[in-house]
C-alpha cells in the first residue's frame, strides 16, 4: 500500500520539461476561443457544465485537451477541406493548437504581471478576464414581425411576402438542441437554430416566397419536457417584388439539374447507425466537386450546413449521395 501511494507522488513531476512552459494565456487566447466556440452551451444558463472563467475552465483543461484531440468538442461533424460552411463551429488547426499547448503548459492564466502587487478591496482590482455567453437578445437586429413560437405558426399574411431571413430566439437554453423551421403551404426549409447559429439569412438578395395565409411548422427539439414559453421567431422581409428573386423550391438527392442552379444549403439526416455521407456534384464535363463530406453524425446536435458562398453548379449536373440518408439542397 505505501508502495502504491508514493508512485502515485512520483508520477506528476515526470512530466518532460518542455511540457511546462507555453506562450498560450487563458486571458489572451483561450478566453476568445471560448467565446467563439463554447459558451454558446458551456455557460450558466446553457444545456451544460460552464467554461467561463479561468478557475471553470482550468480545472477541466484534461477533459478538454482529450475533447480537442478528439475533435469531439464543439459537435461538428463536417471533415474539414471539403466545401466552407457559415455555420461552421469547429475549432481551426491553430486553435486547436492553442487548447492543447495551453493544456500541455499547465494552463496560465496570463502573464504573471496583472494581479502582483494589488493588495487593495476588490474593486481596485482589475475586472476578471472571461468568456461571455451571448444569449437573449436578435444577432440580426430588431426583426420586422415577431411570433411566439408553437408547432404551427399562423403568420397572419394578407399577401405573399417575401422573406430575406429568419431568426429564433429560444426563452431558455437549458433544455434547448435544435430547430427547424419549414413553409406549411409549400414544404419548404426556411431555416434552422442551433445553439452557436441562430438564424438563416439569404446572400446576394435572394428571398423566400411566403405564400398569402402561410403557417411555418416549427420543429424544436428539447432534451426533457417543452417549456410552456417556447421563445420568439422574428423575419425580415425583403422590398423586392415577392417573385423577383425567389429562391426555388427544395430539391431530394439524388437529383439532376435540368437548370443551372446555385447551392445554399444542405440538410442531411442519416439514417440510424450512418457513418458518413458524402455528397457531390459531377458537371456535365465529367469533373467532380464535393458539396460535403460528413461523419460522425451527433443526434443531439443535427445541424444544417449552410454554405458560405453559395455553389453554382451548371444545367446538366448530377447530385449524388454516399451513404445512408436523406439529403435536401436549398438553391435559387
Ligand atoms: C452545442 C453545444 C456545445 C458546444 C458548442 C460545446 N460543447 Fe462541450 N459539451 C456539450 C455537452 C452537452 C456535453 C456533455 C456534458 C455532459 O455529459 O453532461 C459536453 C461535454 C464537453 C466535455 C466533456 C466533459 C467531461 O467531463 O468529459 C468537454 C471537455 C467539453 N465539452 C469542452 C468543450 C469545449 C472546449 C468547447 C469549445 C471549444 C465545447 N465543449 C463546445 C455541449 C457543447
Known amino acids: 500500500m505505501k508502495r502504491a501511494w508514493l508512485l502515485l507522488l512520483c508520477a506528476a513531476p515526470l512530466l518532460p520539461h518542455e511540457t511546462l512552459t507555453t506562450t498560450v494565456l487563458f486571458d489572451r487566447e483561450i478566453v476568445r476561443i471560448l467565446d467563439r466556440h463554447c459558451v454558446m452551451c458551456h455557460a450558466a444558463g446553457g444545456p451544460t457544465f460552464p467554461l467561463e472563467t479561468f478557475d471553470q475552465t482550468w480545472l477541466k483543461k484534461r477533459e478538454i485537451h482529450a475533447e480537442t484531440i478528439a475533435r469531439h468538442m464543439p459537435p461538428w461533424p463536417a471533415v474539414p477541406g471539403y466545401g466552407q460552411f457559415a455555420n461552421d463551429n469547429s475549432l481551426t488547426l491553430r486553435e486547436s493548437q492553442f487548447i492543447i499547448s495551453w493544456v500541455e503548459g499547465l494552463g496560465p492564466r496570463n502573464s504573471g504581471t496583472v494581479f502582483l502587487n494589488v493588495t487593495g478591496p476588490d474593486a481596485a482590482r482589475p475586472p476578471e478576464v472571461r468568456a461571455h455567453a451571448d444569449f437573449g437578445h436578435w444577432q440580426l437586429g430588431e426583426p420586422e ?30 433544455n434547448i438542441r435544435s430547430a427547424t423551421f ?15 447559429y441562430g438564424y438563416m439569412s439569404l446572400p446576394n438578395g435572394r428571398v423566400f416566397v411566403l405564400p398569402a395565409g402561410a403557417h411555418i411548422v416549427a420543429e424544436v427539439q428539447y432534451k426533457g419536457s417543452p417549456p410552456a414559453d417556447q421563445g420568439e421567431i422574428g423575419l425580415h422581409f425583403a422590398q423586392v417584388p415577392a417573385t423577383a428573386r425567389a429562391m426555388a423550391g427544395d430539391l ?12 445554399i444549403a444542405l440538410r442531411v439526416e442519416p439514417a440510424t447507425g450512418t457513418k458518413s455521407v458524402e455528397v457531390s456534384a459531377r458537371k456535365p464535363n465529367g469533373a467532380t466537386e464535393i458539396l460535403l463530406f460528413a461523419k460522425e453524425f451527433s443526434p443531439e446536435w443535427p445541424t444544417p450546413f449552410i454554405l458560405k458562398t453559395p455553389v453554382a453548379l451548371p444545367a446538366g449536373t448530377e447530385l449524388r449521395v454516399a451513404g445512408a440518408a436523406r439529403v435536401t439542397v436549398s438553391r435559387y
Open 145 to 174: 414581425a415577431k411570433y411566439k413560437v408553437t408547432p404551427l405558426i399562423d403568420l397572419g399574411l394578407k399577401t405573399a411576402r417575401p422573406l430575406r431571413a429568419i431568426e429564433y430566439l429560444p426563452s431558455d437554453h437549458r
Open 182 to 196: 419549414k413553409v406549411k403551404e409549400t414544404g419548404q426549409w426556411i431555416g434552422s437554430w442551433t445553439p452557436w
Open 252 to 263: 431530394v438527392l439524388p437529383a439532376k439539374l435540368t437548370a443551372a442552379t446555385s447551392v
